[in-house]
Structure formats: structure tokens, C-alpha cells
């Protein structure tokens, strides 16, 4: 449980290398499949329970029945209306939860993600400046506009974090602190805009700005599902310099891996996948900063492992949108719900390490 | 964090014991409050002038004085500027030493009220007020705003493990910013169940010195005061505990009353300062470290220089948010941001004694 604060190169070499070390990978530890088959459980359980939920309950065995094709209305409400934003928030939470998997490792920190990096709120500022515009000129409107400033607004935000904490190769904690600075600074920059625009402009974005998965027919979701499942395959090449960066940046380089190059790339990965989601749905804060590390603790690996932090992060979105829809008297963004688990759950992972001493 | 890793003494001076000090002042010190003064001086007087309508000096004497004006200008300068101008000297002073406070507290270089979430505690306070009790006026909400003040700051203590007596600044901020994120998830969740107030907490929240009437600052002025008072004679103390609890203890220093006071302090000055101008972010870092570049790691100096440094910022910032968008404005909060983000940023790259 090398859940420290501090950067340090992580021993995830501890059990001595063993003689089977010619295949060039260890066996999965039986723990960590339990562990991922029990969140495919838990996700499918929930949902089912989510298929049902609304103004037109069902129970499970009938929305079984209707996701079998059986069910005429109950057919409809049930793949037509609510299986889209259910497999929105499976695929978004996967697709963040592994941008916080990327990040986190490369920063060698529980605290590096996208969304303490500064990446939301540039992304924000994209969609503000391009949909709210400053002093009534807006580039473009609507899901274009949303898409394109989300991505130029986090993808040069992530650049310019990355710059200003660039010295000498870029360092964990440096890397966040400096995020906290950019964003509050365009923190203010968004609040100008709002304050400046149209209240029904600025009641739109600000929507927009609490992160909400209300896409809810197939033909909003479907483009969106399609790209970032595009997105994967880069991972997948990422993923044996990425164990290489993990051991330490004199290690990978001795192995032959560019280290700021690579860096760089896999972080362009990251920030591919969080912009994408962000460009769809608003900023979903911390589901990228929790994931990861839950999946890790319950696996107990020592690493941070890809496939169980993408199962934790679809659990996590589908939950939290779940809480999102029926906790209150009427439905509110889930961005408000991950921020306040998320910040909870930040707060806890400090105080145990202040604990700890 | 100790005095001893160069952080919060000048690199210039190794080596001074600062509770040796015995110094009543040094060139550097002096010039720094009389520089300070006098400029503050200046600024009152530009911050009455400028304006979407610029007013002339002697318009303005003569206002003050009761002479002859007429009643546009009287009000601009007797309604509006006036009390706008004392609100930010109230609000720069309260957050500044708040600030050194909290640096010199937690040994921290990166403490201060809004990095640390003592502000989003008052916000979040408000945000209570105005929905759940339907207070929309400042002078009832100014008691919330003390309160959730106070809450943040045990709770961030709390969380940045100040019991354990090991702080880390990094884990302060953060603890801050955690709290921050949660109390703003659910300011948001209250604005949604009820719309109508989004506007005027809005506005609130950006961090706003216009349309601040006297009887919020008058009302809030003595008990921010009373916090002053209360925390310049702290420096002496502070001075000891920077030398570690052990050392502090056996040179007959109350940590116990140092502590309690100083946050006591905090909480009213932060809270105060939020109560009038909500929450400012910025302030409070960037004000201690230009006091202790004159006064070095005496924190009787620091205390002092800040009390007479956070008007003048606070004053220019709030000069800045009426020029920036002439003939309309910026909220003040927003224009600290703007300024103090990049010194955040310097600091970071800066520093290595950030034990980062």
C-alpha cells in the first residue's frame, strides 16, 4: 500500500523475479480477477436495477424480459429510452477512469488526474468562449461548438500545465500545483463570461459546465461511444512503455524507452479520452482521480492496474448517475455527484496518509 | 516545513535566530511601512477618482468636507466610492494577515484562505443562508459566513493532519481543495432546486466590492479590528514556534494560546472578508511573501507589513476591475485570480524548499 504522497519510484518489481520471467510477464494474481469479475457483477446488477428506475418502474425479471426483446412498451422504454445513457455512463466512466490510470502512473501520484490538472475547467473555457462567446461574437453554436471548444480549450490547457511545470522534466507534484494555479485563474476567466452573458446563455452552459449525461437517444450517444472506443487501440500500444515509465525514468530509458517523448504521448492519450467524455458530457470531475486507486486498493496490486480501474470507473459513473436521477426530489447533473464523492474521497485518502504520518 | 529549509526566512540572512531579533526595526522595514503608507494614501484617492466617471481631486476634498458639489458627484463620491474604497482596505488587510497567520501557522508557503478552502466554507455558509433561510441581505449572512469560516479551517486542519504535528504543505492545499470541490458540488445541487437565487449567489460568489454598502463594512469592521489586535501580538509567538514545538515549548511559549488565537484570528478575518466581499482568492498567498521580503522571517514584521501591503493590493486589484472593461467592470475576486494564479505558478517553479 504505497499510497504516499511523496513521488517515489513504486518497487512494483518486490516479489523477486522468478524463473519464469521468460514469458516477460507475471501472472496475474487470482486476487485481481476476483476482483474484476466481481465489478463485472456488480455493474451488471446495477445496471439492471438502473434499467428499471424511473417514472416507469420495472422490476429486474422484467427488464430482463424487455432487454430480450419481449416486452413491446416495456421493450421500448427500456432499450430505446434508458439503455443509451446507461451505456453512456459505462463507456464514459471507462474511458475516464483510464485517463486517470494514465495519468496517475506516469505522475507517480494518487493525486495526478486530468481533472486537478486543470483539464474541466480549460475545457469549460473552450465551450464558453466558443459557445457564449466574449461581447456577443461566438464562433459556433450548439454540439459543434461544445465539441470543439471542450477539445482545444482542455487539449491546450493540458499543454500549457504541462509547459509551465516543464523543468527539467516535468515532476508529479509540480505538475498539480501548477494545475491548481491555471485552473483557478481560468476559474475566473468562466465566472467573467457567465457574468458577462445572457442569463438563458449562461443557465445553458453553466448545464454544461456541471457535467450531465442527459444524452438520451441512441443517435447523441452512439458517435460519441464510437470514438472513444476508436481512442482505445493507442492504449493498448501505450500500455508496455507505460510499465517501463512505472519503474522509474532512468530505468525506462535504459530499456531503450524516449522518456519526455513517450511521457508526452501517453499523456496526449489521456487527455484524448477525458476530452472526448468532457466534449459529450461536461466535466465529470474525479471519476479519473478515485477509479484508479479504489480498483488498486481492492486488487491490491502494486501497480495501478488498466482493466480493473476501467471496470471500477463504469461502476463508479453508473452509480453516481443513479444517486444523480433518484436521490433528490428532481434530477441534477452527475458532475455535482462525483465532485462531492469525489472531494469526500480526496479528503479521506489525505487524512489516512496524515494518519499514517 | 522549518524556518531552517530557507522558506520562510530570506536566503540573504542564514543563520539569525529570529527570537533574537531584538530589533525594533531595520531601514528596510521602516522604508517598507512608510512607502507603504504613503502609497496606500495615493491609492484611496485614485480608487475614490476612477471610475466609470472620473472625479477631480478637488471635487472630491471638497465632498469630503462638505463644500459645494453637486449632488451627482456628492453621491458618487459619498454613496459609492467611499465606502467601496474602505470595504477593500478592510477586506486587503483582513485577508493579508489571515494569510500570514495561516503561512506561519501551518509553516506552509502555499497557505492562505482561499487556496485552503476557509472561503469556500463561508461560500458555502451563504449559499445556506440564501436558500435554506431565505437571509439575502448581507448583514444577515455576514454571521454564516463567520461560521462556515471557522468549520473549513478545523476541517482542513483536520484533514491536512495538523495534529499530527507533521505538516505538508502540499497536503494542505489539497485537503483545501477537496473541501472546496465537495461544499461547491453542493452549492451547485442547492442553486439547481432553486433557480432563483442563482443569480445573486453568483455574483456573490465571483467576489464583488460594488454596491457594498457602509452598514455591511461598519458592521464587520470592528470585529475584523478586534482580529488585528488580537493577532499582532502573535508574531512573537509564531516567531518560537517556527523554531519547532520542542524548542517553542522550552522557551516557554504557549503553543496552545499562540494556536487558538491565531485561528480564532483566521476564522474572523477570513470570514469577515468573505461576508463583505465574498470569497477572494490569492490575496492572502501573494501579500505575506512580498512582506518578507522586506522583513525577512520576523513575523511581528510580517503581521505588520501585510496589515498595510493587502489594502494596497487589494485596492489595486479593485482599481484594475473598473479599467480593465471600462466603462463596466470586472468582479475584484476574478481580477485577483488573474494576478495571483501566476505568482502561484512562480512559487512553485521557484522554490525547492517547497519540499514538493
Given at each position: 500500500?504505497t499510497?504516499?504522497?511523496?513521488?517515489?519510484?513504486?518497487?512494483?518489481?518486490?516479489p523477486?523475479?522468478?524463473?519464469?520471467?521468460?514469458?516477460r510477464r507475471?501472472?496475474?494474481?487470482?486476487?485481481?480477477?476476483?476482483?474484476?469479475?466481481?465489478?463485472?457483477?456488480?455493474?451488471?446488477?446495477?445496471?439492471?436495477?438502473?434499467?428499471?428506475l424511473?417514472?416507469?418502474?420495472l422490476?429486474?425479471?422484467?427488464?430482463l424480459?424487455a432487454?430480450?426483446?419481449?416486452?413491446?412498451?416495456d421493450?421500448?422504454?427500456?432499450l430505446?429510452?434508458?439503455?443509451?445513457?446507461?451505456?453512456?455512463?459505462?463507456?464514459?466512466?471507462?474511458?475516464?477512469?483510464?485517463?486517470?490510470?494514465l495519468?496517475?502512473?506516469?505522475?507517480?501520484?494518487p493525486?495526478?488526474?486530468?481533472?486537478?490538472?486543470g483539464?474541466?475547467?480549460?475545457?469549460?473555457?473552450?465551450?464558453?468562449?466558443?459557445t457564449?462567446?466574449?461581447?456577443?461574437?461566438?464562433?459556433?453554436?450548439?454540439?459543434?461548438?461544445t465539441?470543439v471548444?471542450a477539445?482545444?480549450?482542455?487539449?491546450?490547457?493540458a499543454?500549457?500545465?504541462?509547459?509551465?511545470?516543464?523543468?527539467?522534466?516535468v515532476q508529479g507534484?509540480?505538475?498539480?500545483?501548477?494545475?491548481?494555479?491555471?485552473?483557478?485563474?481560468?476559474?475566473?476567466v468562466?465566472?467573467?463570461?457567465?457574468l458577462?452573458?445572457?442569463?438563458?446563455?449562461?443557465?445553458?452552459?453553466?448545464?454544461?459546465?456541471?457535467?450531465?449525461?442527459g444524452?438520451?437517444?441512441w443517435?447523441a450517444?452512439?458517435p460519441?461511444?464510437?470514438?472513444?472506443i476508436?481512442?482505445?487501440?493507442?492504449l493498448?500500444i501505450?500500455v508496455?512503455?507505460?510499465?517501463?515509465?512505472?519503474l522509474g525514468?532512468?530505468?525506462?530509458?535504459?530499456?531503450?524507452?524516449r522518456v519526455?517523448?513517450?511521457?508526452?504521448?501517453?499523456?496526449?492519450?489521456?487527455?484524448?479520452l477525458?476530452?472526448?467524455?468532457t466534449?459529450?458530457?461536461g466535466?465529470?470531475?474525479?471519476?479519473?482521480?478515485?477509479?484508479?486507486?479504489?480498483a488498486?486498493?481492492?486488487?491490491?496490486?502494486p501497480?495501478i492496474?488498466?482493466?480493473n480501474?476501467?471496470?471500477?470507473?463504469a461502476?463508479?459513473?453508473?452509480g453516481?448517475?443513479?444517486?444523480?436521477?433518484?436521490?433528490l426530489?428532481?434530477?441534477?447533473?452527475?458532475?455535482?455527484?462525483?465532485?462531492v464523492?469525489?472531494?469526500?474521497?480526496?479528503?479521506?485518502l489525505?487524512?489516512?496518509?496524515?494518519?499514517?504520518? | 516545513?522549518?524556518?531552517?529549509?530557507?522558506?520562510?526566512?530570506?536566503?540573504?540572512?542564514?543563520?539569525i535566530?529570529?527570537?533574537?531579533?531584538?530589533?525594533?526595526?531595520?531601514?528596510r522595514?521602516?522604508?517598507?511601512l512608510?512607502?507603504?503608507?504613503?502609497?496606500?494614501?495615493?491609492l484611496?484617492?485614485?480608487?475614490?477618482?476612477i471610475g466609470s466617471?472620473?472625479?477631480?481631486l478637488?471635487?472630491i476634498?471638497?465632498?469630503?468636507?462638505?463644500g459645494?458639489?453637486?449632488?451627482?458627484d456628492?453621491?458618487?463620491?459619498?454613496?459609492l466610492?467611499?465606502p467601496?474604497t474602505?470595504?477593500?482596505?478592510v477586506?486587503g488587510a483582513?485577508?493579508?494577515?489571515?494569510?500570514?497567520?495561516?503561512?506561519?501557522?501551518?509553516?506552509?508557503?502555499?497557505?492562505e484562505?482561499?487556496?485552503?478552502?476557509?472561503?469556500?466554507?463561508?461560500?458555502?455558509?451563504v449559499?445556506?443562508?440564501i436558500?435554506?433561510?431565505?437571509?439575502?441581505?448581507?448583514?444577515?449572512y455576514?454571521?454564516f459566513?463567520l461560521?462556515?469560516?471557522?468549520f473549513?479551517?478545523?476541517?482542513?486542519?483536520?484533514?491536512g493532519?495538523?495534529?499530527s504535528?507533521?505538516?505538508?504543505?502540499?497536503?494542505?492545499v489539497?485537503?483545501g481543495?477537496?473541501?472546496?470541490?465537495?461544499?461547491?458540488?453542493?452549492?451547485?445541487?442547492?442553486?439547481?432546486?432553486?433557480?432563483?437565487?442563482f443569480?445573486?449567489?453568483?455574483?456573490?460568489?465571483?467576489?464583488?466590492?460594488?454596491?457594498?454598502?457602509?452598514?455591511?463594512t461598519?458592521?464587520?469592521?470592528?470585529?475584523?479590528?478586534?482580529a488585528?489586535?488580537?493577532a499582532?501580538?502573535?508574531?512573537?509567538?509564531?516567531n518560537?514556534?517556527?523554531l519547532?514545538?520542542?524548542?517553542?515549548?522550552?522557551l516557554?511559549?504557549?503553543?496552545?494560546?499562540?494556536?487558538?488565537?491565531?485561528?480564532?484570528?483566521?476564522?474572523?478575518?477570513?470570514?469577515g472578508?468573505?461576508a463583505?466581499?465574498?470569497?477572494?482568492?490569492?490575496i492572502?498567498?501573494?501579500?505575506?511573501?512580498?512582506?518578507?521580503?522586506?522583513?525577512?522571517?520576523?513575523?511581528?514584521?510580517?503581521?505588520?507589513?501585510?496589515m498595510?501591503?493587502?489594502?494596497?493590493l487589494m485596492?489595486t486589484?479593485?482599481?484594475?476591475?473598473?479599467l480593465?472593461?471600462w466603462?463596466?467592470?470586472?468582479?475584484?475576486?476574478?481580477v485577483?485570480?488573474?494576478?495571483?494564479?501566476?505568482?502561484?505558478?512562480?512559487?512553485?517553479r521557484?522554490?525547492?524548499?517547497?519540499?514538493?
Amino acid at each position: 500500500m504505497t499510497a504516499t504522497l511523496r513521488p517515489e519510484p513504486r518497487s512494483s518489481a518486490a516479489p523477486a523475479p522468478r524463473a519464469r520471467r521468460r514469458f516477460r510477464r507475471t501472472r496475474r494474481p487470482v486476487r485481481s480477477w476476483l476482483v474484476g469479475l466481481g465489478l463485472c457483477l456488480g455493474i451488471a446488477v446495477l445496471g439492471i436495477i438502473a434499467l428499471g428506475l424511473g417514472d416507469y418502474p420495472l422490476n429486474p425479471a422484467e427488464v430482463l424480459t424487455a432487454l430480450a426483446g419481449g416486452g413491446g412498451f416495456d421493450s421500448t422504454v427500456v432499450l430505446e429510452w434508458r439503455l443509451p445513457r446507461i451505456t453512456a455512463a459505462l463507456v464514459f466512466g471507462t474511458a475516464l477512469a483510464l485517463s486517470g490510470a494514465l495519468f496517475q502512473t506516469l505522475t507517480r501520484n494518487p493525486l495526478g488526474s486530468p481533472d486537478i490538472i486543470g483539464f474541466s475547467t480549460g475545457a469549460y473555457t473552450g465551450v464558453l468562449l466558443a459557445t457564449v462567446g466574449i461581447g456577443g461574437v461566438t464562433v459556433a453554436d450548439g454540439l459543434i461548438g461544445t465539441s470543439v471548444g471542450a477539445l482545444i480549450g482542455g487539449l491546450g490547457t493540458a499543454l500549457l500545465v504541462y509547459f509551465l511545470a516543464y523543468r527539467d522534466g516535468v515532476q508529479g507534484f509540480r505538475l498539480i500545483v501548477v494545475g491548481i494555479g491555471v485552473t483557478a485563474a481560468l476559474h475566473a476567466v468562466n465566472s467573467w463570461i457567465l457574468l458577462r452573458a445572457q442569463t438563458e446563455t449562461a443557465m445553458g452552459a453553466a448545464i454544461w459546465g456541471a457535467g450531465s449525461l442527459g444524452l438520451t437517444s441512441w443517435s447523441a450517444v452512439l458517435p460519441a461511444i464510437a470514438i472513444v472506443i476508436a481512442v482505445l487501440p493507442l492504449l493498448l500500444i501505450s500500455v508496455r512503455p507505460l510499465r517501463q515509465l512505472e519503474l522509474g525514468d532512468d530505468v525506462a530509458a535504459s530499456h531503450g524507452v524516449r522518456v519526455e517523448p513517450t511521457r508526452l504521448a501517453i499523456l496526449g492519450i489521456g487527455v484524448l479520452l477525458t476530452a472526448l467524455v468532457t466534449a459529450a458530457t461536461g466535466p465529470i470531475a474525479f471519476v479519473a482521480l478515485a477509479a484508479p486507486q479504489i480498483a488498486r486498493l481492492l486488487a491490491r496490486s502494486p501497480g495501478i492496474p488498466l482493466v480493473n480501474s476501467a471496470l471500477m470507473g463504469a461502476l463508479v459513473l453508473l452509480g453516481s448517475d443513479i444517486i444523480a436521477q433518484q436521490a433528490l426530489a428532481q434530477p441534477i447533473p452527475v458532475g455535482m455527484v462525483t465532485v462531492v464523492l469525489g472531494g469526500g474521497y480526496l479528503a479521506a485518502l489525505l487524512a489516512y496518509q496524515a494518519r499514517k504520518g | 516545513m522549518t524556518a531552517e529549509s530557507g522558506t520562510l526566512r530570506r536566503p540573504g540572512r542564514p543563520g539569525i535566530h529570529p527570537h533574537a531579533l531584538g530589533r525594533s526595526s531595520t531601514p528596510r522595514t521602516t522604508l517598507a511601512l512608510v512607502l507603504g503608507l504613503v502609497v496606500l494614501g495615493l491609492l484611496c484617492l485614485a480608487s475614490i477618482s476612477i471610475g466609470s466617471r472620473g472625479i477631480g481631486l478637488d471635487t472630491i476634498f471638497s465632498a469630503i468636507s462638505g463644500g459645494e458639489v453637486s449632488a451627482a458627484d456628492r453621491h458618487a463620491v459619498l454613496g459609492l466610492r467611499v465606502p467601496r474604497t474602505l470595504a477593500a482596505v478592510v477586506v486587503g488587510a483582513a485577508l493579508a494577515v489571515a494569510g500570514a497567520l495561516m503561512q506561519s501557522l501551518t509553516r506552509n508557503p502555499l497557505a492562505e484562505p482561499g487556496l485552503l478552502g476557509v472561503s469556500a466554507g463561508s461560500a458555502f455558509a451563504v449559499a445556506i443562508a440564501i436558500v435554506g433561510f431565505g437571509i439575502t441581505s448581507p448583514l444577515g449572512y455576514i454571521w454564516f459566513a463567520l461560521a462556515g469560516a471557522f468549520f473549513a479551517t478545523v476541517a482542513v486542519a483536520l484533514i491536512g493532519g495538523m495534529s499530527s504535528g507533521k505538516v505538508d504543505p502540499m497536503r494542505m492545499v489539497l485537503a483545501g481543495v477537496a473541501l472546496s470541490a465537495v461544499l461547491s458540488g453542493i452549492i451547485g445541487a442547492l442553486r439547481i432546486a432553486d433557480p432563483r437565487t442563482f443569480g445573486a449567489l453568483q455574483v456573490w460568489e465571483a467576489g464583488i466590492l460594488a454596491g457594498r454598502g457602509l452598514d455591511v463594512t461598519l458592521t464587520v469592521a470592528p470585529l475584523v479590528l478586534l482580529a488585528l489586535i488580537v493577532a499582532l501580538p502573535l508574531g512573537k509567538g509564531l516567531n518560537t514556534l517556527a523554531l519547532g514545538d520542542e524548542l517553542a515549548a522550552a522557551l516557554g511559549v504557549s503553543l496552545w494560546k499562540t494556536r487558538v488565537l491565531s485561528i480564532l484570528a483566521i476564522t474572523i478575518l477570513a470570514g469577515g472578508a468573505a461576508a463583505i466581499a465574498g470569497p477572494i482568492a490569492f490575496i492572502g498567498l501573494m501579500v505575506p511573501h512580498a512582506a518578507r521580503f522586506f522583513a525577512g522571517a520576523d513575523q511581528r514584521w510580517v503581521l505588520l507589513i501585510s496589515m498595510i501591503f493587502g489594502p494596497i493590493l487589494m485596492l489595486t486589484a479593485d482599481i484594475l476591475a473598473r479599467l480593465i472593461v471600462w466603462p463596466g467592470e470586472m468582479p475584484v475576486g476574478l481580477v485577483s485570480a488573474l494576478i495571483g494564479a501566476p505568482v502561484l505558478v512562480l512559487l512553485i517553479r521557484r522554490r525547492k524548499a517547497l519540499k514538493l
